[in-house]
């Protein structure tokens, strides 16, 4: 019986994996260094995570480009991440 249990299991743990990496959101990273940003472009998705690393030794913050000021992270501290 435990040996059967324990078959079911290690044959469920693959797909069981891939079942919460599809449900995770997915995280981009975007670096902020001196006066620019890496990657210069990204795209994201509706609910998608913003992971900002200030990597610089000054603070900075990130703000969206047009009118509506639909995102902002406020500023960030050098080496801290938002």
């Keep these: 019986m435990f040996l059967s249990v ?20 997915k995280l981009t ?13 990204v795209t994201i998705e509706p609910g998608q995570a913003v992971l900002w690393k200030n990597v610089s030794y ?3 913050s990130a703000t969206s480009s047009d009118d509506t000021k639909a995102w902002d992270t ?6 801290a991440s938002s």
């Excluded at 079911?8 to 599809?22: D, E, K």
């Excluded at 406020?74 to 080496?79: D, E, G, L, R, V």
Aim: glycine letters at 2%.
């Design 6 to 25: 324990g078959l079911l299991l290690a044959a469920a743990q693959p797909v069981l994996a891939q079942t919460l990496a599809a449900s995770e959101p």
């Design 58 to 60: 000054t603070d900075h």
């Design 29 to 41: 990273t975007v670096e902020m260094r001196s006066l620019t940003f890496l990657p210069k472009s």
């Design 74 to 79: 406020t500023m960030i501290p050098a080496k």
